[in-house]
Each structure stands twice: as C-alpha cells, then as structure tokens.
C-alpha cells in the first residue's frame, strides 16, 4: 500500500499590494516648450540686439524663493524646448498650497543693466493635478491668451 501526505506550513493567500496615498510630491524637471518672444508692454524684442537671457523661479504664494533655475542665454525659437533636469528636486508634502512659477529675461548683465523683465507665469496647487486619486507623472501649464508653456515632471511618493 501506497501512502502519502503533503504538509502546507506558513501558506498565505497571495493579493495585490494595497496603494498607497502620496505624501509628498517632486518636481524632478521643468521643461518650456512655450515662450513670448516679444514683451507686449512694447511690443518689441526682450533684449535690444539679442534673444532673451529665461531663467525662472519658484516661490510660495508670499513670494519666498523656493527653486532658481540657471540661465539660459541669447534663447530663440529654435532653443525650444528648454528643459531644466534637478539634481535636487522640489519637494513639498503641502498639495493645497499655492505655488508660482515664474519665467524672466535677466538683464543684469545688460548695459545699462537693468531689473531683469518678467516674461509671464503661472500659478497652481499640485491637488489640482490630481483626479479621481490619480497622480500624473507629468502636467502641463497654459493659457489660451499667452504663448508661455511649462510642463513639469512630477514624482508622487
């Protein structure tokens, strides 16, 4: 007579993992894909004899600094788009905050030098990015009126 037996020991039902709500969101790269390339306060170019020297900044909704960018000199048309990779992203774990990002021609190098000229921007909340608990990786900032556009690349964790 045959006989045999199977011992199950430590078995446990397999399921898929439980998704998690993010608690902090990144900005790991900004990348402009859309500029004004004539001030319309003058309507004429942003710097006298050469293409705009863009950089932007990120700041909270009192105005505090939050993230510079580096320049990017003499940008035209075909420098587009521009992209901005961090190698220390922004991060927040606020979703509801109000934060601004805003694009500037520096002409401090400019002679006469000169306030740098605010080129246009945008204000936003990360939970206007989310939908029906989904979490883009990337989203785009636009209007309709202006020819300034910004994609950003977000990390939720």
Do not use: A, R
Request: net charge negative; aromatic share 14%.
């Amino acid at each position: 007579m045959l006989c045999s037996s199977l011992l199950f020991t430590n078995c446990k039902k397999s399921s898929s993992p439980t998704p998690t709500t993010p608690t902090t969101v990144k900005i790991t790269s900004v990348k402009i894909t859309g500029l004004p390339f004539t001030n319309s306060s003058c309507s004429c170019t942003w710097d006298f004899s050469t293409g705009p020297d863009v950089y932007f900044v990120i700041t909270d909704n009192v105005g505090t600094v939050l993230k510079t960018s580096s320049i990017l000199s003499n940008v035209s048309p075909s420098s587009l788009p521009m992209t901005y990779n961090f190698t220390t992203p922004f991060q927040t774990n606020n979703f509801y905050s109000t934060y601004y990002i805003w694009v500037y021609d520096n002409d401090t190098l400019d002679s006469p030098s000169n306030p740098d000229d605010t080129m246009g921007g945008y204000y936003f909340t990360f939970s206007d990015f989310i939908s029906s608990s989904t979490y883009p990786t990337t989203t785009t900032l636009q209007n309709p009126t202006s020819s300034l556009s910004i994609d950003l690349t977000l990390q939720w964790q």
